[in-house]
């Protein structure tokens, strides 16, 4: 965040090619205002029944436009179950994949 805090929130995340984690966010967000300013971020995902079991990867983010309407048609596709995103045209701005190297990954579990 602006004051230097974590800005922390539920995503979705793919992990599809394996060198990076993806979330997806919308232009003019505080995510992509905050990837810009300092794009050092992580992010954990728990598994829900062992919360014990984890990954949590770190890098420095990558922001992009490219392949933003396909990428949150598949992110709804494996979390909702439909055919594509359901909030087409209702976001602030474009969808934006944020893209996190995995630079620095811990598992357990």
């Known amino acids: 965040m602006p004051d230097g805090t974590p800005h922390v929130t539920p995503v979705w995340v793919d992990h599809g090619d394996r060198e990076y984690v ?3 966010t919308a232009r003019g967000r505080q995510k992509v205002r905050n990837v810009r300013r300092s794009p050092k971020v992580g992010v954990s995902v728990l598994d829900s029944p062992d919360p014990y079991r984890y990954v949590s990867v770190r890098g ?3 922001l992009t436009e490219e392949g933003a309407t396909e990428h949150i048609d598949e992110l709804a596709r494996r979390y909702f179950d439909g055919d594509e995103y359901p909030h087409h045209g209702e976001e602030s701005g474009p969808r934006v994949p944020v893209k996190i190297p995995a630079e620095n990954v811990t598992t357990s579990g």
Do not use: F, I, P, R
Request: hydrophobic share 35%; net charge negative.
């Open 60 to 62: 420095e983010a990558e």
């Open 22 to 24: 993806s979330v997806n």
